[in-house]
Nanobody, 120 residues
Framework: QVQLEESGGGLVQAGGSLRLSCTASESIASINVMGWYRQAPGKQRELVATITNDGTTNYAESVKGRFTLSRDGAKKTVYLQMNSLKSEDTAVYLC??????????????WGRGTQVTVSS
């Protein structure tokens, strides 16, 4: 059973910073893409940033220049550094992984989510 463990959410004032972390369980054998989506109340889930196994990153236009996604392949972990946070960044942030478990096919996996609240 592949699991994604998230940490780092919280409450911050506008202009502040937070760092999110997400670690995939040892049961995942290979990772193609890993990253973060977010969902605000009453809105659809949207891409924040992803990184492929060759290090290629993709960011939503709304976070470019403010957020940075990095990874530690050995630890199966991605980090989302969020700077210059705005009230519109308030959402539940969900870790995402496309990968293959040791005994299964390639699938999409999701974390439970971590709340990020930015006060103005």
């Amino acid at each position: 059973q592949v699991q994604l463990e998230e940490s780092g959410g919280g409450l911050v004032q506008a202009g502040g910073s937070l760092r999110l972390s997400c670690t995939a369980s040892e049961s995942i054998a290979s990772i193609n893409v890993m990253g973060w989506y977010r969902q605000a109340p009453g809105k659809q889930r949207e891409l924040v940033a992803t990184i492929t196994n060759d290090g290629t990153t993709n960011y939503a236009e709304s976070v470019k220049g403010r957020f940075t996604l990095s990874r530690d392949g050995a630890k199966k972990t991605v980090y989302l550094q969020m700077n210059s946070l705005k009230s519109e960044d308030t959402a539940v942030y969900l870790c995402y992984c496309n990968g293959r478990g040791r005994l299964g096919p390639t699938l999409n996996y999701w974390g439970r989510g971590t709340q990020v609240t930015v006060s103005s």
